[in-house]
């Protein structure tokens, strides 16, 4: 996923879709461009919280992120998303709401909201 520059700290955050198996180890990688959506914005000093929310466990859970310059990957590692859909039926077993939070000096920014949508694992040993 790209997105272009915080002119507008808050403005139009991007809504995504984001699919998960359960069990699974997952990644979503995030990059942050300039206008000319090539040259990478400089986020040294940005700091980022990335959560997943479960509205039927009323469970907030912080996912890792890894920052780099111009981009971050957050990993929703399996020991978390194990329990994502725990008591849901087979197939999109569950749908949790999910933002990007990034602070740069006082000013609390959120440019991603998305859904997380949680599909079971059908493999043999998997956690149906």
């Excluded at 859909?85 to 920014?109: H, K, N, P």
Aim: aromatic share 12%; charged share 20%; with cysteine.
């Amino acid at each position: 996923m790209t997105l272009c520059g915080p002119e507008s700290f808050g403005a139009d955050p991007v809504n995504i879709k984001w699919t998960v198996i359960r069990g699974d180890t997952a990644t979503l990688k995030v990059e942050f461009f300039e206008d000319d959506e090539k040259t990478y914005f400089d986020t040294t000093d940005w700091e980022y919280t990335v959560s997943a929310y479960d509205k039927k466990s009323d469970i907030i859970d912080e996912l890792d992120v890894v920052s780099h310059n111009g981009y971050i990957d957050i990993t929703a590692p399996s020991s978390i998303t194990t329990n994502w859909g725990s008591g849901y039926s087979t197939g999109s077993i569950a749908e949790l709401l999910f933002d990007v939070q990034i602070t740069i000096g006082t000013t609390t920014w959120t440019p991603v909201l998305g859904t997380i949508s949680v599909l079971s694992d059908v493999t043999f040993g998997g956690v149906l």
